[in-house]
C-alpha cells in the first residue's frame, strides 16, 4: 500500500512512529512527492485565516524538525522553511492591521523603488487572503528603497483596447 504523502496527511500525524513512517516514505519518494507536500504547504499557507495563524506556525516548526535538510530534496528548497515563515509572519502582521470587517473586495500588492526607472509591479484584482500572502512572499526580498504596498482596490475603472476585426483592415497594396 502506498504511504498518503500529501499535506492533508502531515497536518493529521500524531505520534512519533507516524511521523518517522511519513518521512521515510517522502524520503523514499524523493523530489516529486516532496515538491507537491511544498505546494500544498504554501496553499495551505494562502488560506489560513487569524484563528489558524498559530497552527499554522506549529505546522511549519514540526516540517523543520521532521525534514531539517529540505535540500536533500532539491537545492531550490535550502531555505524554505524560513521562506514560510516569513510569509506567515508578514501575512500575521496584515492579519492583524485589517480588520475582518474591513477585508471585503478587491485588494492589490504593489512593488515599486522611486530610485530607479524600473516600472511600478501591481498584482491587481486579488481576495484578501491572496493579496496578503503575496505581501509576505514579496516582503522577504524587499531591497532598500522598495516599497511594498498591501491596498484595497475601492473604485476601479477598467477598460479594454479594442481592434477592428483581421477581415476589416486594410491591406497593403499588392497583396
Known amino acids: 500500500m502506498a504511504t498518503d504523502l500529501s499535506f492533508r ?3 493529521e500525524l500524531g505520534g512519533d512512529a507516524e511521523l518517522r513512517a511519513f518521512r521515510e516514505g517522502m524520503e523514499r519518494a524523493g523530489y516529486s512527492a516532496f515538491f507537491a507536500f511544498v505546494s ?6 494562502k488560506s489560513y ?3 489558524e495563524a498559530a497552527a499554522m506556525a506549529a505546522l511549519i516548526r514540526r516540517a523543520r524538525e521532521l525534514f531539517p535538510d529540505p535540500v536533500r530534496f532539491s537545492p531550490a528548497w535550502e531555505k524554505v522553511w524560513t521562506e514560510l515563515e516569513g510569509i506567515c509572519a508578514a501575512k500575521n502582521e496584515a492579519l492583524s492591521a485589517i480588520p475582518p470587517s474591513a477585508r471585503d473586495g478587491e485588494w492589490q500588492v504593489l512593488i ?4 530607479v526607472s524600473q516600472p511600478v509591479v501591481c498584482y491587481p484584482g486579488l481576495s484578501f487572503l491572496d ?8 516582503r522577504q526580498d524587499l531591497a532598500p528603497n522598495e516599497r511594498l504596498r498591501l491596498q484595497r482596490v475601492t473604485d476601479v475603472l ?6 477592428p476585426p483581421a477581415a476589416a483592415q ?6
Do not use: Q
Open 158 to 163: 477598467d477598460t479594454a483596447g479594442s481592434r
Open 49 to 51: 485565516t487569524d484563528e
Open 112 to 115: 515599486d523603488n522611486p530610485y
Open 40 to 45: 500544498d504547504f504554501r496553499e495551505a499557507i
Open 170 to 175: 486594410a491591406k497593403p497594396p499588392g497583396l
Open 131 to 138: 493579496a496578503v500572502y503575496l505581501f509576505g512572499y514579496f
Open 9 to 11: 496527511r502531515f497536518r
